[in-house]
């Protein structure tokens, strides 16, 4: 008698497998045809009805939301197929039932689509205040890309402040997909802002972003809305800050340059190479004499106050250039691009530490500092070595004879 029994249910496991394997077969055929054969050898697995009603959608949507129906009567845990039938109902203007279905979907799944199809079918009905609470909930729960959430939310109201009290975001990598969102946005303030409460909530995985947000104000003309933000960064990535009277970063080339922020920003020069020595501390540059004609080679933007008198002073050693060599440092107004001052061209001939003196315009917050190379009319390319030991912002008048090196720095520039 138990033979029989295992016998049986082992005839009928077979069976079952079997059905299921045709079923199964039949199905990867993606087509209709295909999906109501599996349908016929297993009637009761609904995932078969929700997909030819996804095949049916366009060409049959009364046959497909009767398919949908079905699916939901079979699996009622089926959210994918809830929402999809509620999408049609609303295509067809059948509201409450749409409603309903994407509700249904909710309440059997509670990850991210469900909120999200929800926040969607009340942002299309203007339904604000339902809007949020589902927009809210699904950015609890965002995937790796919430940019389709804050672009929904902008729509809404393109508020930066409304959208972070109204979204609740708790989770840092929301945040920070915020911050990029924002910046896609072109909003300077709003950006300021988002990137100020990522730095606050400590998340360590938000320093690339965060220096991304300070290079993106500077670069947008925006240094007032980027120095608080370096500030806060410099003491998590361990920067030396402005001391010893300069206000400088990195002045003494203690770090590499980051080519962040407000430290010194290095650029690609062909023919140009840089190295970075030790004890004494120095930044290197080399010259092939295969280098462009003009070009710049490194900037440091530096907040000042309007109306002061500054002193640059670069202390620096040089091997095989000379005299007239084209290489000069040049103080700028960083919001007009104003040359401020410069100073006398680099050789090793000079010696001692090459000055330049200005006063920072009315209005003017920020300067910018740059490393520059001219050739000179009736020169070749510059060629040999620059290394430079510091670079000193103090504030102060100029004395004389700082003042006759600076002034001699723009002639012939």
Request: glycine share 8%; charged share 20%; net charge neutral.
């Amino acid at each position: 008698m138990k033979k029989a029994v295992l016998l049986a249910a082992l005839l009928v496991g077979i069976v079952w497998n079997l059905r299921l394997a045709i079923a199964d077969l039949a199905a990867r055929r993606n087509s209709p045809d295909g999906t109501r054969l599996a349908m016929r050898w297993m009637p009761g697995n609904g995932a078969y009805a929700a997909q030819l009603a996804d095949e049916l959608y366009a060409s049959d949507p009364v046959g497909a939301k009767s398919l949908l129906q079905k699916a939901v009567r079979l699996n009622r845990f089926d959210a994918a197929s809830w929402i999809q039938l509620g999408l049609l109902c609303e295509s067809r203007n059948d509201l409450p039932q749409a409603e309903e279905s994407l509700l249904q979907a909710a309440r059997v799944d509670s990850t991210f689509l469900p909120s999200w199809s929800l926040a969607n079918f009340y942002f299309r009905h203007e339904q604000a205040d339902r809007f949020w609470n589902w927009a809210q909930k699904a950015a609890q729960m965002a995937p790796d890309d919430a940019t389709p959430l804050f672009r929904l939310a902008w729509y809404a109201n393109p508020n930066a402040v409304e959208i972070e009290n109204r979204l609740q975001m708790k989770r840092p990598a929301v945040e920070v997909q915020f911050v990029n969102f924002l910046i896609t946005q072109g909003d300077p303030p709003a950006v300021s802002q988002a990137a100020s409460h990522l730095l606050a909530s400590g998340a360590g995985d938000s320093t690339e972003v965060l220096l991304s947000a300070c290079d993106w104000l500077l670069a947008q003309k925006r240094p007032d809305l980027a120095l608080g933000l370096w500030n806060g960064l410099a003491s998590r990535i361990s920067y030396p800050a402005p001391g010893g009277g300069s206000l400088v970063t990195n002045g003494s080339f203690s770090k590499p340059p980051t080519s962040h922020g407000f430290d010194w920003h290095l650029l690609t020069v062909n023919g140009v190479s840089s190295y970075l020595n030790a004890d004494p501390n120095a930044l290197g540059f080399e010259f092939s004499g295969q280098e462009p004609d003009g070009f710049t080679l490194m900037t440091q933007t530096v907040p000042v106050k309007p109306g002061k008198g500054y002193t640059l002073a670069i202390d620096y050693r040089t091997s095989d250039i000379a005299p007239g060599s084209g290489l000069s440092w040049a103080v700028s107004d960083e919001h007009t691009g104003a040359v401020l001052a410069r100073t006398a061209n680099l050789a090793a001939e000079q010696g001692g530490p090459a000055y330049a003196c200005f006063t920072a315009p009315d209005g003017a917050a920020f300067i910018r500092l740059s490393l520059d190379y001219q050739r000179q009319p009736g020169t070749v390319r510059v060629e040999g070595k620059l290394a430079l030991r510091e670079v000193r912002l103090s504030a102060g008048d100029c004395p004389a004879q700082k003042n006759s090196a600076s002034g001699a720095a723009s002639d012939g520039f």
